[in-house]
């Protein structure tokens, strides 16, 4: 993989919905595990979610869980977060990073499995 791109954030009221994208270019993208990831201030970088590429199964952390869809559309190397009854706490930088050739995403996302990330796409929630 060359690079991760991310785009789709934005200011949104409380309660509003938005679609992040992260476009995963080179000849193995596809057959890796794509996470999502946010630093808000003051605060520790989180993992939001994960998409494995075998079994296409997903991890959400319990802060998004109900609310935050990941998915992913090979055909086009683009894993999308979409982002529902959205909070101020969601308030924060958001990366895509690609994990490791045989990373697998189970109960949990591991961060030192995880190799190249994007730029980040910034995400605001205030009213």
């Known amino acids: 993989q060359l690079q991760l791109v991310e785009s789709g954030g934005g200011l949104v009221q409380p309660g509003g919905s938005l679609r992040l994208s992260c476009v995963a270019s080179g000849s193995t993208s596809d057959y890796v595990a794509i996470g999502w990831f946010r630093q808000a201030p003051g605060k520790e970088r989180e993992g939001v979610s994960c998409i494995n590429a075998g079994d296409g199964s997903t991890y959400y952390a319990d802060s998004v869980k109900g609310r935050f869809t990941i998915s992913r559309d090979n055909a086009k190397s683009t894993v999308y977060l979409q982002m529902n009854s959205l909070k101020a706490e969601d308030t924060a930088v958001y990366h895509c990073?690609?994990?490791?050739?045989?990373?697998?995403?189970?109960?949990?996302?591991?961060?030192?499995?995880?190799?190249?990330w994007g730029q980040g796409t910034q995400v605001t929630v205030s009213s």
């Open positions: 990073a690609e994990g490791v050739l045989r990373y697998y995403c189970g109960g949990y996302i591991s961060l030192p499995n995880f190799g190249s």
